[in-house]
């Protein structure tokens, strides 16, 4: 991604986090895990994985997605909500830009997109494993 606009993120990192809770708070709360008020304390971490990973991105976004994640997985909206709020700040950056070429503008958003499903698979598989292994601990357990 071009480091103007990986800047021009930064800049808007209070932005982001503003649309990310009301996004996130149209969605659902299916557990108590995925109250918003429980998870807008993750966002300063993810967004600073996120810029972290834009400035030096690892050579392919090769995370392996969970086998079957649970609907009721917190992370899900979470991370849906936070790439939405994540590409509209671009978007609004790019339409700012009067020297835009297109194929660097739809790179960006690709690389964008690439970054936040990789932490979401990443961070949605780590909490389907523990949710796999408490599962089978408390089943061997009461056998």
Known sequence: M???????????????RARWEA???I??????LANPDTLIYLFDQTLDEVFAALRHPPARHSAVAPEHPSEKNP???YFVAGEQALLEALIL??????ELNPVERD????????????IARRDIGSL????????SGV????A
């Open 23 to 25: 996004f996130l708070r």
């Open 93 to 98: 950056a790019q339409a700012d830009s009067r």
């Open 2 to 16: 071009q480091e103007a606009f990986i800047r021009t993120l930064s800049a808007r990192r209070a932005q982001i």
């Open 139 to 142: 089943a061997a357990g009461s």
């Open 128 to 135: 389907e494993g523990l949710s796999r292994s408490r599962k």
């Open 75 to 77: 992370l899900m909206a």
């Open 107 to 118: 790179a960006d958003l690709a690389e964008l997109k690439g970054v936040v499903r990789t």
């Open 27 to 32: 969605e659902r709360v299916n557990t108590p």
